[in-house]
């Protein structure tokens, strides 16, 4: 009677275990829990009978067997109570009764440690250009079971890094140098521009880090400047060319335009002249020249049009009296001069040259045309009178 006393009691003291935070844990019921009865010393209990202990969960538990681990376990704590009264006495007086001394297992993961693992780069975003971006995928492992878990959490680092940077390693490209054209201040800029292998403009596919810098000096060229040959309007057209140091002819844009000449049509500044040739054979070939400023010139700075016949002339006959005067006619300025024949006297020629002047249309005669020469005959021999205004060939005398 006294042991189903003893089952009643404990069965109305059985509580459930509380649920844990983490793995609910769950502690088996036992019926009729192992008990003892012990003799107590006199007065320990009314009527001096025995009393029966036995082990009562304190309802909580002693710490886990392991933090870090998938079968960690913790022991349920007890408390040694007297079964009539449920009073708790010394642990001893419950020795040698069984009890239940853990949990079953649970897995516990709060106390483990942690790798980083840090992943390995992407590619660049691009091999040739500025701020080019990669990302590394990071992972956390738990060091128990090299479970990957979440970076951020367990092992305090990103799981998605970006780095940006700048890079060079893969620019194709090369850079060509560009002269610009030369500035009214004489100066000239050199620059450079990306290009690839065709040549043709490929931006950003060089590497800025090693463009040359820019260079601003003094214009490459000089401008030079000729007439060419006179045309039949009595013009020249000036030939304007921009030349290097060599002499050789570069283009226009390396020469300072504010100092280009002009290239607007001029007048022809030569004048032809005409003087009579060696008498051979009966005939003499008139000498045609062009000169400027009493000095042969080339024949492209005179007026073609207005060229002297250089056709052969008949040799002046032998002179019959004191000589024979022959008088060249000088027409209009920068005319052709014209043998107008001979005549007896300085009468007979000046009248003869009159009448010249009038058939071509108006000019001068004798020294007073403006001529550097006249010439006097005195039968086959010309003998140059010089350019002396006194010896005028009206008042000449035969020679």
């Given at each position: 009677?006294?042991?189903?006393?003893?089952?009643?009691?404990?069965?109305?003291?059985?509580?459930?275990?509380?649920?844990?935070?983490?793995?609910?844990?769950?502690?088996?019921?036992?019926i009729a829990p192992p008990s003892k009865t012990v003799a107590p010393p006199a007065g320990n209990q009314p009527g001096g009978q025995p009393a029966s202990y036995r082990w009562k969960t304190t309802g909580t538990y002693g710490p886990w067997s392991s933090r870090?681990?998938?079968?960690?376990?913790?022991?349920?704590?007890?408390?040694?109570?007297?079964?009539?009264?449920?009073?708790?006495?010394?642990?001893?007086?419950?020795?040698?009764?069984?009890?239940?001394?853990?949990?079953?297992?649970?897995?516990?993961?709060?106390?483990?440690?942690?790798?980083?693992?840090?992943?390995?780069?992407?590619?660049?975003?691009?091999?040739?250009?500025?701020?080019?971006?990669?990302t590394r995928a990071n992972a956390c492992s738990r060091d128990l079971d090299l479970e990957r878990v979440d970076p951020p959490t367990y092992c305090s680092i990103p799981q998605i890094v970006t780095e940006t940077s700048d890079v060079y390693s893969g620019c194709t490209g090369s850079w060509r140098t560009v002269i610009g054209a030369c500035g009214t201040d004489d100066v000239q800029a050199?620059?450079?521009?990306?290009?690839?292998?065709?040549?043709?403009?490929?931006?950003?596919?060089?590497d800025p880090t090693v463009r040359p810098a820019d260079i601003r000096g003094g214009c490459s060229g000089t401008w030079d400047s000729y007439l060419a040959t006179c045309t039949s309007t009595g013009t020249h057209q000036p030939i304007v060319?921009?030349?290097?140091?060599?002499?050789?002819?570069?283009?226009?844009?390396?020469?300072?335009?504010a100092k280009k000449p002009s290239t607007a049509p001029v007048s022809c500044t030569g004048t032809w002249k005409s003087v009579p040739g060696t008498c051979?054979?009966?005939?003499?070939?008139?000498?045609?020249?062009?000169?400027?400023?009493?000095?042969?010139?080339?024949?492209?700075?005179?007026?073609?049009?207005?060229?002297?016949?250089?056709?052969?002339?008949a040799c002046v006959a032998a002179a019959t009296s004191c000589g024979t005067m022959v008088q060249q006619w000088f027409g209009p300025s920068g005319g052709v001069s014209t043998n107008i024949g001979s005549a007896a006297s300085a009468t007979a020629a000046r009248s003869l040259c009159i009448s010249k002047l009038s058939e071509n249309g108006g000019g001068t005669c004798g020294w007073n045309s403006?001529?550097?020469?006249?010439?006097?005959?005195?039968?086959?021999?010309?003998?140059?009178?010089g350019p002396t205004s006194a010896d005028h060939l009206w008042a000449a005398n035969c020679q």
């Open positions: 009677m006294r042991q189903i006393l003893a089952i009643t009691a404990f069965l109305a003291t059985m509580t459930a275990v509380p649920t844990m935070a983490q793995d609910v844990v769950v502690m088996r019921r036992q870090c681990s998938t079968a960690a376990t913790r022991p349920i704590l007890y408390d040694c109570t007297r079964v009539s009264d449920g009073a708790v006495v010394e642990a001893s007086m419950c020795s040698g009764i069984t009890r239940t001394e853990t949990t079953e297992p649970s897995t516990i993961y709060d106390g483990c440690t942690y790798t980083k693992v840090i992943g390995e780069p992407s590619p660049y975003s691009t091999t040739c250009g500025a701020g080019a971006t990669r050199t620059s450079y521009t990306c290009v690839d292998g065709s040549g043709i403009a490929a931006p950003n596919t060089c060319r921009c030349l290097g140091l060599s002499g050789a002819e570069i283009g226009d844009s390396n020469c300072n335009p051979t054979g009966g005939s003499q070939t008139p000498v045609v020249t062009c000169q400027k400023g009493g000095a042969p010139v080339a024949d492209g700075m005179c007026n073609p049009s207005q060229k002297p016949s250089a056709a052969p002339l403006g001529q550097s020469i006249t010439y006097f005959w005195k039968g086959q021999s010309a003998v140059n009178r």
